[in-house]
C-alpha cells in the first residue's frame, strides 16, 4: 500500500514534468483569457484526481467532504495556502506528509475544480505567493481578473 502510494507519487511529478514540456506543443497560447483567469490546469485535475484516489478515498469522499456548506463554513476567511500545510502537514492521516509537495498541490487544484474555481492553462503551484491569493469559504471570488491578479 505504501509503495504504491510512493509508486503513484513519484508518477505525479513525472506526469507534471512532462505536461508542461508538451504544453507549447499542444498550441495552449499562454496569454490567452483562460490562462490568465484560472487558478490551476485541466491536467492538474487529473493528476490531482488520481493522487486523491490512491491516497484519500480509504477516508473521505471528495463531494461530502471538500465541498459545499460545511467545508466552506469550516475553511471561512481562510485561504488556499492554509488548506494546503493542513492537508501536507496531517494528511494522509495514517501517514503525513506522503505526498510531494507538486502533489499536494494537484490534490488542491481537484478540491478547488470541485468547488467551481475556474481553471485556465498553468499549474497551481505548491507556495505561499501562489496560493495564499485565493480565498476559501462562503462566497470566495472563484476567478481571476486578467492581468492574472484577484480582482
Ligand atoms: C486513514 C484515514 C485518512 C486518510 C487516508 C486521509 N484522511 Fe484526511 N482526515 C482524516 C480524519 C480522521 C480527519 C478528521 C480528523 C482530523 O482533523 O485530523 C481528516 C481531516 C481532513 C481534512 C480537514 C477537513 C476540514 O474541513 O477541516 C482535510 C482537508 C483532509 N483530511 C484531507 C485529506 C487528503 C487530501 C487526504 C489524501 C492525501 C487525506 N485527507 C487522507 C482521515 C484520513
Known amino acids: ?40 490546469s485541466a491536467a492538474q485535475v487529473d493528476r490531482g484526481r488520481d493522487a486523491f484516489r490512491t491516497n484519500c478515498v480509504e477516508c473521505h469522499s471528495i463531494n461530502a467532504d471538500f465541498t459545499g456548506r460545511a467545508f466552506e463554513w469550516n475553511w471561512r476567511r481562510r ?18 506528509g506522503l505526498l510531494t509537495d507538486q502533489g499536494y498541490a494537484d490534490i488542491i487544484a481537484y478540491i478547488l475544480d470541485a468547488n467551481g474555481y475556474a481553471a485556465g492553462a498553468g499549474d497551481l503551484m505548491p507556495t505561499d505567493v501562489s496560493m495564499s491569493v485565493i480565498p476559501l469559504g462562503p462566497g470566495a471570488r472563484k476567478t481571476r481578473g486578467m492581468d492574472g491578479t484577484r480582482s
Do not use: H, N, Q
Open 1 to 40: 500500500m505504501i509503495f504504491v502510494a510512493l509508486a503513484s507519487s513519484l508518477g505525479v511529478a513525472t506526469a507534471c514534468a512532462s505536461a508542461r514540456a508538451a504544453s507549447p506543443a499542444v498550441g495552449v497560447p499562454p496569454s490567452s483569457a483562460t490562462a490568465a483567469e484560472g487558478f490551476y
Open 79 to 96: 485561504t488556499v495556502w492554509d488548506l494546503f500545510r493542513r492537508i501536507k502537514e496531517t494528511m494522509p492521516e495514517d501517514f503525513p
